[in-house]
């Protein structure tokens, strides 16, 4: 609830809602797109201007003239009781569109407001409203069709009525869900604190967002309805006076024998109809989402390229356990590579914590997770020197590298929830890892398990293995993720932002654990952070980050005592607790400090959003 | 302006609170035919007097945004009261309650759902003046005057919320919320999904503008240093109850109730030294705590604070 997220680590930022002109424009640039409402144009324009460009009438027998070749009298022949196959299908096109527009709007009309009602004032209009709605789903729709046609007699807009309130409960349950959505978000109850009225909030903020879903079912439903419309005319139902393109198939069913060629031109008017409907509304789909058009390199194919790697010793191998020395990190974006971590060199020692702090977009999750092997496969990585106990892991391939990570290097995220799989169980979860890093038996594994549960302070540990995700807290998930990344006894523990998360009080007592079995085990400790609580509470050396590079690295002490980089005093000058109350923070240390020459200047948004 | 002080907050509780929270519980609706509903407020009074800030503090589940939005009226309230300007304000139909919008106001805690992502931020910041009946050009000339109080620059107005940081995304927020000159803002939790920087210059201007226009803040967080900076009085909340109420300093200071005192001393404070002496002191206490509960209620549930 109350989780400051870092960006960085959201790799791919969420979309926000887009304008209405930009479905648009990404819908004219699909090219299936284009050529669906060009040929829906077309065949609508076609019906439209029937007695334009055909003077037969589509209704006019001729027995002379049944099954008649193809002459300029009649361009597409005769039909098998002497009609123009041309014009019945020019005129067929407008019983069928209309039909099907018919059906949507009688949807579109029942569905909408109800789904707003039921969807934005909930309560017993919900209930009653979702009820009948199910019900509705329930009904055979081609039945209660046959059953209205035979007692109200052969008429099919009165057909496509009906069949348009069978489809209302999918607009309705479309609409419905989306509204309930919508009127979660912060910005709904920040418009009725401001006073809007509902009638007000639903057209300024909830209609907005139901408008593009509305329209992509539309677009399905009229091709579904022109299906359904001729089924009912080619089962004969229809009215006999009235060309359609359902009529003509029952007649080119009749004479199948004689003149199959019939067949064709009905059949192709629907095909191509109810295909162009369908591809789109997969298309505005697609331009909602805004995924279509936007590749994405399969995965792995960019592997970590080391600009040089030095084979000789490492500056400070004596003792460092992990020695990162010159990491860029950067991303493809629309405008060039974003370069998001340039030039990052660190060291930890065995037994030693260290902290690697920053504010949002500072690239210390991006630097975290490149020691880890685990950037998406569109960053590009290079590292003069990336050596872990001894080894170059710049170089390695992924199955080398699955060798140390997991078993020498550990991971404790900083979503607990998010970092367990849902459907298994815990003790599932973490017995896995262990027999296979270990080569323990399940036996073994399991008691060991327990061990390591009962060791990060579960008092029951025999539950909790039992247990699914959801029913331990969020403290305790997290003591659980700490268990599971010592399980297989790593050197190195990467932490990022592991508290952030959690309440206050469970924080200092999951500090206190990753201290206890750091010092119990000699690991060397990576902990990402933006709080300086948490760094002066467990970290022995401090590197701070800022916008990609290092700024300032040194012991915890030293660097609470006499910082030296000025962004370093300025984030410490930021910290609360021991300003005057009330006090003007900021004016300390002037802005221009923090990598922003006026706090109001748009500069930070870019950092923020993280690169994608 | 409808500040009614000049300028200077004052500290002690006045006669006529502006605000005041009685016995408020407020109930949601469990899942399932016929099973008690969920109480989530089990009797809560506060006072908030005129231009002082109250501090809600507490952890998750403790209740404190609920308290909020039920004094912003979106939450049920199942019994007690919240009087504004000596009226009772809960329970109040959906035309009364509108008009009660250009006292009350509210600042939410994420800058990225609190704004609708399809308006312009002048679209944002004139929809209450527009509501309010406005005229266009005066509720325009309104909108700049407000970017200029929230310091950002005149041609924000014209871009979407996702173009601007979280920061900046804050200060907009801010600005629609004093668009009508409110006499009460509620706060949930406005500082504490931005960096540290970002959060002591928000933390500046709602100090600020609290000094000039003679706003009231409920300032519900869960950080304790942000509630002592900004805060007159403090309420510490606890399962849907308040544990201790005083004034701020006393209060973050040197708590009484032993709740609070567990919350001061797990804050790690950003000095080594000193955060090494709080932390043997929250063990020592933890561990007296412990020992405690062994001899006096043998069945106790492990730690406390650890809860879904």
């Not at chain 1, 065949?43 to 589509?58: E, F, G, K, N, R």
């Not at chain 1, 020019?90 to 569905?111: E, F, P």
Request: charge should be neutral.
């Amino acid at each position: 609830m109350t989780l400051p997220q870092s960006e960085e680590t959201a790799v791919t930022p969420a979309v926000a809602a887009h304008g209405r002109a930009g479905l648009l424009r990404r819908l004219l640039r699909n090219p299936v797109a284009v050529t669906c409402l060009v040929l829906l144009a077309l065949i609508s324009l076609a019906s439209l201007c029937a007695p334009l460009l055909t003077s037969q009438d589509p209704a006019h027998t001729s027995l002379t003239e049944s099954l008649a070749p193809m002459s300029g009298k009649h361009p597409l022949g005769g039909d098998g009781v002497g009609r123009d196959v041309l014009a019945r299908l020019l005129y067929g096109g407008r019983t069928s569109l209309l039909g099907a527009l018919l059906a949507v709007a009688v949807a579109v009309v029942i569905g909408v407001p109800a789904g707003l009602v039921a969807g934005y004032y909930r309560k017993w209009f919900d209930a009653v409203s979702s009820w009948v709605s199910n019900l509705l789903m329930a009904v055979p729709a081609i039945i209660v069709l046959l059953v209205v046609m035979s007692a109200v007699g052969q008429n099919t807009y009165l057909a496509m009525a009906v069949f348009g309130v069978l489809m209302s409960p999918g607009v309705f349950r479309l609409i419905r869900a989306s509204v309930i959505s919508v009127r979660e978000e912060l910005y709904v109850d920040a418009a009725r604190v401001s006073g809007l009225s509902d009638a007000r909030i639903i057209r300024r903020h909830i209609l907005p967002v139901v408008q593009a879903p509305t329209i992509i079912q539309a677009a399905q439903m009229l091709g579904l309805g022109i299906v359904i419309q001729s089924g009912l005319e080619f089962l004969g139902l229809g009215s006999a006076t009235q060309a359609s393109w359902g009529s003509m198939l029952n007649d080119a069913f009749a004479n199948i024998y004689n003149k199959p060629e019939l067949m064709v031109w009905p059949g192709v008017a629907l095909a191509v109809t109810v295909a162009a409907f369908g591809l789109l509304g997969n298309a505005l789909r697609d331009a909602l989402d805004g995924t279509a058009t936007r590749g994405r390199k399969p995965r792995g194919t960019t592997p970590r390229k080391p600009v040089a790697v030095k084979h000789s010793a490492p500056p400070e191998a004596t003792d460092a356990l992990l020695a990162l020395e010159g990491l860029t990190v950067s991303y493809p974006t629309a405008e060039g590579e974003k370069t998001v971590v340039e030039g990052v060199s660190l060291t930890v020692r065995r037994g030693e914590v260290l902290g690697l702090v920053g504010e949002s977009g500072s690239g210390k999750s991006q630097t975290a997770f490149a020691v880890l092997g685990l950037l998406p496969p569109e960053a590009s990585v290079s590292t003069r020197q990336l050596v872990f106990d001894g080894t170059e892991l710049g170089n390695l391939g992924r199955a080398e590298m699955n060798r140390y990570r997991g078993r020498r290097i550990a991971y404790v995220p900083q979503e607990p929830m998010s970092n367990l799989d849902p459907s298994f169980r815990i003790g599932a979860q973490l017995v896995e890892p262990v027999r296979r890093h270990l080569k323990l038996s399940g036996a073994e594994a399991k008691a060991k398990t327990l061990a390591l549960l009962e060791r990060v302070g579960i008092a029951d540990p025999e539950r909790v293995f039992n247990s699914y995700p959801h029913q331990i807290s969020g403290g305790m998930a997290q003591r659980v993720l700490i268990a599971g990344a010592v399980s297989c006894e790593p050197d190195l523990l990467i932490a990022d932002e592991p508290t952030t998360a959690l309440d206050v009080t469970v924080q200092a007592e999951v500090l206190d654990l990753i201290r206890s079995l750091q010092r119990e085990r000699n690991m060397g400790v990576i902990l990402v952070t933006h709080d300086f609580g948490v760094v002066a509470d467990i970290c022995d050396r401090v590197t701070v980050m800022q916008t990609g590079t290092v700024v300032e690295s040194a012991p915890v002490r030293e660097l609470f005592a006499g910082p030296r980089h000025p962004y370093t005093r300025m984030l410490l000058a930021s910290t609360l607790e021991d300003a005057e109350p009330r006090s003007p923070l900021s004016r300390i240390v002037p802005a221009s400090i923090a990598g922003v020459t006026d706090p109001a200047v748009i500069t930070n948004s870019v950092h923020q959003e993280g690169p994608a | 302006m409808t500040a009614t002080m000049n300028g200077t907050p004052r500290k002690d509780v006045p006669a006529e609170p502006l605000l005041a929270v009685d016995d408020l519980v407020v109930e949601y609706p469990a899942k399932g035919w016929r099973r008690p509903p969920f109480r989530v407020l089990k009797g809560v009074s506060i006072t908030i007097g005129a231009g002082e800030t109250l501090g809600l503090v507490g952890e998750s589940g403790s209740g404190k945004t609920t308290l909020g939005r039920a004094v912003l009226g979106l939450a049920p309230v199942a019994s007690g009261t919240v009087h504004y300007a000596g009226k009772v304000i809960s329970g109040l139909g959906a035309k009364e309650r509108r008009a009660l919008s250009s006292d009350i106001q509210v600042v939410f805690q994420d800058p990225y759902t609190s704004l609708n992502p399809a308006m312009t931020v002048n679209d944002i910041l004139s929809e209450p003046l527009r509501v309010a009946g406005t005229p266009r050009a005066e509720a325009e000339k309104r909108v700049r005057d407000l970017l200029d109080q929230v310091r950002l620059p005149a041609d924000a107005g014209e871009r979407l919320p996702r173009e601007f940081s979280g920061g900046q995304r804050q200060r907009i927020a801010i600005a629609r919320a004093l668009s009508r000159d409110p006499r009460v803002i509620v706060c949930d939790e406005p500082v504490s999904a931005l960096d540290l920087s970002t959060q002591a210059r928000v933390l500046d201007l709602f100090v600020e503008i609290q000094e000039r226009t003679g706003v009231a803040y409920l300032f519900v967080t869960h950080d304790l240093s942000v509630v002592r900076h900004i805060s007159h009085r403090v309420a510490v909340m606890r399962g849907g109850e308040i544990v201790e109420t005083g004034d701020a300093a006393t209060v973050t200071t040197t708590p009484q109730h032993p709740y609070t005192k567990r919350l001061l001393l797990a804050a790690p404070v950003p000095d080594p030294a000193r955060q090494a002496e709080r932390r043997a002191e929250r063990q020592r206490l933890a561990a007296a705590m412990a020992a405690d509960a062994r001899t006096n209620t043998p069945a106790i549930a492990s730690t406390s604070g650890d809860r879904a």
